[in-house]
């Protein structure tokens, strides 16, 4: 039995309603996770009766441990306590409040009062950027940051400019690294922030992040980092790696969605972002979401416990899909550092075809993964991450990015190497811009 799909692509240029016939029938069904880490705890099973499910995009989110949901499940019921209230009923709420932010200290290597939470990573990033800039106005109104910034970090910095402040976008090299000589050469007597992620979110490259932030201190400037890609998958010690504020969400490491964290270190001046009640410590308004902050305890706790260990494991099956897609798809390059990156990323970019293309027919056999093209959000242009290493538009928009996950085995990997090869070939194959030497002969 054949599938048959169309294919509608929005984009100038691009194939519009193409009709691509894809062979062979449903994609088979799972049979089981064979290599899965012994004493590993319950994982979610998203197969339905007629497919497998294998999702790799866990640097969109992740799924909520169980040992997460069962700290925060008394949270929403039998402790609902205000943490704010004055009674004993919500001692335990202020308790399990500060718990978490222990753990969320030791896990940075920070003290707890160094702990503001927060609605997630982009709320951390904004109050950082803002917060900062609007502390230091007198002293100076110059920002730099890096061109590969998430947009939680690149859209407050033009915020900013609008308001009169001054931006430095620092350019990376071909693997996306940023130069910390090129860090200190855009230092002037005016300022106030150097904003650099630990680790991107698109291609896995992580920065020089103790070399930037001694740079910053030798010059009297703040440090801040973007370390949501990177919590519990690089170690993290705030005071050895000169960070001043750091920027978490629990929800890139198996905790809930909706709840970060921003470090701000003793003595950082900083003006609040949501103003209101005097919660956290009088930082940052609002209710504490007190389940939330337990999750995002327990994950840290969980994801900080053995990251040698997890990287290893995660690293292996990477690197097996890397060899694998490199080895197997012609005009196919690998983005990012070759060694310096997430143990868990790995993002391509294939040549004469289009992400959004690649995301379609991937989801028809149960794939769930992502592209660096923003088409997803309504724009025509390809990801700002890959033209700022380098990349030619139209090589941009034809990325894949895989990244995987605890619940990933070697199983998963072999699947994905066993159809998205076909996948790609089929789109070179109606691809106006496949020159003949790549096409492959039609199958009927």
Same mark, same amino acid.
């Given at each position: 039995?054949?599938?048959?799909?169309? #294919?509608?692509?929005?984009?100038?240029?691009?194939?519009?309603?193409?009709?691509?016939?894809?062979?062979?029938?449903?994609?088979?069904?799972?049979?089981?996770?064979?290599?899965?880490?012994?004493?590993?705890?319950?994982?979610?099973?998203?197969?339905?009766?007629?497919?497998?499910?294998?999702?790799?995009?866990?640097?969109?989110? #992740?799924?909520?441990?169980?040992?997460?949901?069962?700290?925060?499940?008394?949270?929403?019921?039998?402790?609902?306590?205000?943490?704010?209230?004055?009674?004993?009923?919500?001692?335990?709420?202020?308790?399990?409040?500060?718990?978490?932010?222990?753990?969320?200290?030791?896990?940075?290597?920070?003290?707890?009062?160094?702990?503001?939470?927060?609605?997630?990573?982009?709320?951390?990033?904004?109050?950082?950027?803002?917060?900062?800039?609007?502390?230091?106005?007198?002293?100076?109104?110059?920002?730099? #940051?890096?061109?590969?910034?998430?947009?939680?970090?690149?859209?407050?910095?033009?915020?900013?400019?609008?308001?009169?402040?001054?931006?430095?976008?620092?350019?990376?090299?071909?693997?996306?690294?940023?130069?910390?000589?090129?860090?200190?050469?855009?230092?002037?007597?005016?300022?106030?922030?150097?904003?650099?992620?630990?680790?991107?979110?698109?291609?896995?490259?992580?920065?020089?992040?103790?070399?930037?932030?001694?740079?910053?201190?030798?010059?009297?400037?703040?440090?801040?980092?973007?370390?949501?890609?990177?919590?519990?998958?690089?170690?993290?010690?705030?005071?050895?790696?000169?960070?001043?504020?750091?920027?978490?969400?629990?929800?890139?490491?198996?905790?809930?969605?909706?709840?970060?964290?921003?470090?701000?270190?003793?003595?950082?001046?900083?003006?609040?972002?949501?103003?209101?009640?005097?919660?956290?410590?009088?930082?940052?308004?609002?209710?504490?979401?007190?389940?939330?902050?337990?999750?995002?305890?327990?994950?840290?706790?969980?994801?900080?416990?053995?990251?040698?260990?997890?990287?290893?494991?995660?690293?292996?099956?990477?690197?097996?899909?890397?060899?694998?897609?490199?080895?197997?798809?012609?005009?196919?390059?690998?983005?990012?550092?070759?060694?310096?990156?997430?143990?868990?990323?790995?993002?391509?970019?294939?040549?004469?075809?289009?992400?959004?293309?690649?995301?379609?027919?991937?989801?028809?056999?149960?794939?769930?993964?992502?592209?660096?093209?923003?088409?997803?959000?309504?724009?025509?242009?390809?990801?700002?991450?890959?033209?700022?290493?380098?990349?030619?538009?139209?090589?941009?928009?034809?990325?894949?990015?895989?990244?995987?996950?605890?619940?990933?085995?070697?199983?998963?990997?072999?699947?994905?190497?066993?159809?998205?090869?076909?996948?790609?070939?089929?789109?070179?194959?109606?691809?106006?811009?496949?020159?003949?030497?790549?096409?492959?002969?039609?199958?009927?």
């Amino acid at each position: 039995m054949r599938l048959a799909y169309i #294919t509608r692509i929005l984009r100038p240029g691009a194939y519009l309603f193409s009709y691509l016939r894809l062979a062979g029938s449903s994609p088979p069904p799972r049979t089981g996770n064979t290599d899965r880490v012994p004493g590993q705890t319950l994982y979610p099973d998203m197969n339905d009766q007629d497919q497998r499910t294998v999702y790799m995009d866990h640097a969109a989110t #992740t799924f909520t441990k169980p040992e997460v949901l069962a700290a925060m499940t008394p949270y929403f019921s039998r402790y609902f306590g205000n943490p704010s209230s004055l009674y004993r009923f919500a001692h335990t709420s202020r308790e399990g409040v500060e718990e978490a932010r222990g753990r969320v200290a030791t896990a940075l290597g920070a003290e707890p009062e160094e702990i503001s939470f927060t609605a997630g990573g982009s709320e951390a990033d904004n109050w950082a950027i803002k917060g900062v800039a609007a502390a230091l106005r007198k002293r100076g109104d110059h920002i730099i #940051t890096s061109a590969i910034e998430h947009h939680a970090v690149l859209h407050p910095c033009r915020a900013l400019e609008k308001q009169g402040y001054q931006v430095t976008y620092l350019p990376v090299d071909e693997f996306g690294r940023v130069d910390p000589g090129d860090v200190e050469d855009a230092i002037t007597d005016r300022t106030i922030l150097v904003s650099v992620m630990t680790a991107n979110n698109e291609i896995g490259t992580i920065q020089p992040v103790a070399e930037i932030g001694r740079v910053a201190h030798d010059h009297d400037v703040l440090f801040h980092t973007d370390a949501v890609q990177a919590v519990g998958a690089v170690p993290i010690d705030v005071d050895a790696m000169g960070i001043d504020l750091l920027s978490l969400s629990a929800h890139k490491f198996y905790g809930p969605k909706g709840i970060g964290a921003l470090y701000i270190r003793r003595g950082t001046r900083i003006e609040s972002l949501v103003h209101g009640g005097g919660q956290e410590r009088g930082r940052r308004a609002g209710t504490e979401n007190v389940p939330g902050i337990v999750g995002l305890g327990r994950a840290i706790e969980l994801a900080t416990a053995d990251i040698e260990g997890h990287n290893r494991r995660i690293a292996a099956l990477r690197d097996r899909l890397v060899r694998g897609v490199l080895g197997s798809i012609p005009d196919t390059r690998l983005n990012g550092h070759p060694k310096e990156r997430l143990p868990n990323n790995a993002n391509f970019s294939f040549r004469y075809v289009e992400g959004e293309s690649i995301l379609l027919l991937l989801d028809a056999h149960g794939i769930c993964a992502s592209t660096g093209s923003a088409c997803s959000s309504a724009s025509l242009e390809p990801s700002h991450v890959l033209l700022a290493i380098g990349l030619p538009h139209e090589e941009a928009h034809g990325s894949l990015r895989l990244t995987l996950g605890d619940a990933n085995t070697g199983e998963d990997v072999d699947y994905v190497l066993s159809v998205l090869p076909e996948v790609i070939g089929r789109l070179r194959q109606i691809s106006p811009l496949t020159p003949a030497c790549a096409r492959i002969p039609e199958i009927e």
